[in-house]
């Protein structure tokens, strides 16, 4: 057991890294500077479901970044969906596991095959998006991140199993946080416990081959909230007069959510043994497919007429189908959007002004109190809400004075 000041210094370390003690006061002062477009959601922020994480970063002589985070309404154990804000842990432990593996010539673009061993599973042994007709780690990874494709993180999430998800996340320190559940594939407790068998190949060789799994344990939280609503539509599209029961559907705080950015763009603050295991490979991928418009994007490529350009940035430009890409600007974001919530966790980079914050935030909204029945005001309050919460504080960082000039070249890639 650490002594006394060894769990201070613990405890120390730990707010410099994390941020932990937070300035409650400085966004709602900024909201609040603007009526016109927040009064609507601070008159009702238990309503809309608010919560905002904003941290400011600002770099020492040696371009290492220091944290200061400020807070509104946030509240770790408050539940709300995660939606897919859960697949970028998913897509870090994915790569993590194969590099553990350590197998000669298997990598993130060796095919991986998908088979079916359990009720309700499919397999999977082409994908017609990518450049060589094959699925691979590294394609479904370029899906999740360019438009958050649900199937994409099914595999990912069969491959590394529910069990080893959740033991990464504890690994990692995100303790208000699980994942348990695959996406549109109407999941029960007992399928989301079996995950599929999945084989790697080089050509007709085998390179690496994982039976199916199941996972026995369960992942309690002592969260509030998770009953939601006054009823909701079931999956016979019968409407149930009871409220929505979200108790054990996946969980991702905005408090996780913002560690898991801060460690994944910002390594160097961390000490080597507490570093996602990730080659420079692995950090490039991952940034340049959190950054890419899907418009940019050729392998896969999409119809710009379902996803434009800056379909997945809802902080900074709330998916709005006619804004322009601002000149100087990158968003690295991981969205979700289900059953009213908006979520958006982002670092924003704007090259010509010397501008980085990290934002995160939730907003809701379901005023008919009826879940799963796809009536959500999302075009009307929540896309709203997060393009004028990005510009908000984007605009309060222009004007903040910084003592040294950020070195931000290692976040301009070649897209």
Partial sequence: MPGPGLLLLMLLVSQAVFGQQRDTVLVEKLLKSRPELFGKILSHPQKNQVQILYTQI??????VP????????LDDLHYFF????????TVIFALEKLNDLKINGLSRTSAMITGADFTKQTRVERDSSAANGLPSLEHYIKKILLVSDNDAYNRLYEWIGRAEINERLRKNGLSTSRILNRYAVKDTEETSRHTNPVSFYEGARLLYSQPGQFDPQNYPLNLTNTSMGR???????????KPFNMANKNAFSLTDQQAV?????????????????????????????????PSESDFPRYDPSEYWPLYAKFLFYGADKEAIPQ?????FNKYGDSYGFIIDNAYVVDFENNVEFMLSAVVQSNEDGIYNDDRYEYKEVCYPFMKNLGRLIYEYELGRNKERKADLSRFRLDY
């Fill in 58 to 63: 600002d770099r020492d002589a040696a371009n």
């Fill in 66 to 73: 220091h944290f200061k985070s400020y807070s509104y309404n």
């Fill in 82 to 89: 995660p939606a897919s804000t859960v697949k970028l842990p």
């Fill in 231 to 241: 009823a909701y539509m079931d999956s016979s599209d019968r409407l149930v007069e």
């Fill in 261 to 293: 950015m801060k460690k994944l763009l910002f390594p160097e603050v961390f000490p080597e043994n507490e570093r996602f295991h990730l080659t420079k490979s692995d950090y490039e991928l991952i940034y340049t497919y959190m950054s890419k418009l």
């Fill in 327 to 331: 000149n100087g600007v990158r968003v």
